[in-house]
């Protein structure tokens, strides 16, 4: 069965300071992938999603950049976090052809 | 613009008092309606996706259906472990599988 993975849980950083969260699917094979932000009393914003190896489309322009460097690998970055990154990061994937995205247990993330 | 609206925002409901959440959605093209359980501090967890008007799918004291322009989550004789937010999300043709969630509904089952 196909699992997946996040870390950190739970993360605390200054304003200023660079991020690195990472995403790691088990027991598929080129999934899609896709990172979305959950800020309170608000639906789950798509930042970026990647088909492939390399590939990588963002949705919203930002301070984040994702990259994608083995199969099941997705890491999302900043070199200098924002007030406003503070959140709830939820990383995804789905299958092949397969339309539904299943998530990970997400990071919170506090910038003070 | 492509927007998917649920309501009520927050719904409390007894034990056994069946009640139904809203999902409403104006996109140009629906390919997938996905619904969602999400606790607090957890990442979502996947119910149902329903892809034509009139599909129904069921799994225990929850039924999805779906018309033309909207999507119901008809909870049946809830429990107090039925309490989540539940998320709809509109997958729209041609969009490489992004999905355009709702805000949610916060259920509270209470004894």
């Known amino acids: 069965s196909q699992t997946i993975h996040q870390w950190p849980a739970t993360l605390v950083q200054p304003v200023g300071s660079p991020l690195s969260l990472e995403c790691t699917v088990e027991?598929?094979?080129?999934?899609?992938l896709y990172w979305y932000r959950q800020a309170a009393g608000r639906g789950l914003q798509l930042l970026f999603y990647s088909v492939g190896i390399g590939q990588i489309s963002s949705e919203v322009p930002q301070n984040l950049s994702a990259s994608r460097p083995q199969d099941r690998q997705f890491i999302l970055s900043s070199k200098k976090l924002l007030l406003s990154d503070s959140g709830f990061y939820l990383c995804a994937w789905s299958g092949g052809s397969e339309d539904t995205q299943y998530f990970g247990p997400g990071t919170r993330l506090t910038v003070l | 613009e492509d927007q998917v609206t649920q309501s009520p925002e927050a719904l409390r409901l007894q034990e056994g008092e069946s009640s139904s959440l809203n999902c409403s959605y104006t996109?140009?093209?629906?390919?997938?309606l996905f619904w969602y359980r999400q606790d607090p501090g957890k990442g979502p967890e996947f119910l149902f996706t329903l892809y034509s008007a009139g599909e129904e799918k069921e799994k225990e004291r929850l039924k999805a259906t779906l018309t033309k322009k909207e999507s119901f989550l008809h909870i049946t004789a809830p429990k107090p472990e039925d309490s989540a937010t539940y998320l709809c999300?509109?997958?729209?043709?041609?969009?490489?599988?992004?999905?355009?969630f709702g805000t949610g509904t916060r259920l509270q089952v209470t004894l």
């Open positions: 027991g598929t094979s080129n999934p899609n």
């Open positions: 999300a509109a997958r729209l043709t041609g969009t490489a599988s992004k999905l355009t």
């Open positions: 996109v140009s093209g629906l390919r997938g």
